[in-house]
């Protein structure tokens, strides 16, 4: 059974680096799919991060594009989420995912962690 | 502001059939699969419909999608009181080096 989990350090602080990291088990991430992060702010819709290939190939939301970066690291069943010079308008939960390609979309989720951008 | 244009809320009684709508464009719906997803309160998106119009294993036949030109729709039989969530539909857009899109969400209420 294909699971995934957010795990982070918690509230980030105005200006600073967020960083996320997602554990996959039960699923080789060398296996060809793309990883995706997704984000939720307070009562608002879904949000597409960016997504990464197992050979570190990346797609971005060009909206926020300047200041992300996802990695890879198959030996460790981990890709993670770098979003830098935070503000309040980056709280949200994030959610890490698997983009299946028996699906083309997003087909198992991460239970999500929510993270807020506060002084 | 969502490239995708979704009613934020729709309602309907147990039993009943209700759509909701995803409008987008050529460079998304317009050249693209469309998706959707139910995210129940407090809980990550489910994945609903894919392709336009098929259903993953496990997902009732309640549930059908469509797309014409740059428009889809969502639809749901025999309404539920477990089929309360917020719906999401998603594409690809092939605009700026491609990327996912979503919709702004409806929340469907069940009377």
């Known amino acids: 059974q294909v699971q995934l989990q957010e795990s982070g350090p918690g509230p980030v602080k105005p200006s600073e680096t967020l960083s996320l990291t997602c554990t996959v088990s039960?699923?080789?991430?060398?296996?060809?799919?793309?990883w995706g992060w997704i984000r939720q702010a307070p009562g608002k819709g879904l949000v597409w991060i960016g997504s990464?290939?197992?050979?570190?190939?990346?797609y971005y939301n060009p909206s926020l594009k300047s200041r992300v970066t996802i990695s890879i690291d198959t030996s460790k069943s981990q890709f993670s989420l770098r979003l830098t010079s935070v503000t309040a308008a980056d709280t949200a939960v994030y959610y890490c995912?698997?983009?299946?390609?028996?699906?083309?979309?997003?087909?198992?989720w991460g239970q999500g962690t929510r993270v807020t951008v506060s002084s | 502001q969502s490239v995708l244009t979704q009613p934020p809320s729709a309602s309907g009684t147990p039993g009943q059939r209700v759509t909701i709508s995803c409008s987008g464009s050529?460079?998304?719906?317009?050249?693209?699969?469309v998706y959707w997803y139910q995210q129940l309160p407090g809980t990550a998106p489910k994945l609903l419909i894919y392709r336009n119009n098929q259903r993953p294993s496990g997902v009732p036949a309640r549930f059908s999608g469509s797309k014409s030109g740059t428009s889809a729709s969502l639809a749901i039989s025999g309404l539920r009181s477990e089929d309360e969530a917020d719906y999401y539909c998603?594409?690809?857009?092939?605009?700026?080096?491609?990327?996912?899109?979503f919709g702004g969400g409806t929340k469907l209420t069940v009377l």
């Open positions: 039960g699923y080789s991430l060398s296996t060809g799919n793309y």
């Open positions: 050529s460079p998304n719906i317009g050249s693209n699969y």
């Open positions: 998603a594409s690809w857009d092939d605009s700026l080096n491609g990327h996912v899109v």
């Open positions: 990464i290939y197992h050979t570190g190939n990346t």
């Open positions: 995912a698997r983009d299946s390609p028996t699906y083309d979309a997003f087909d198992v």
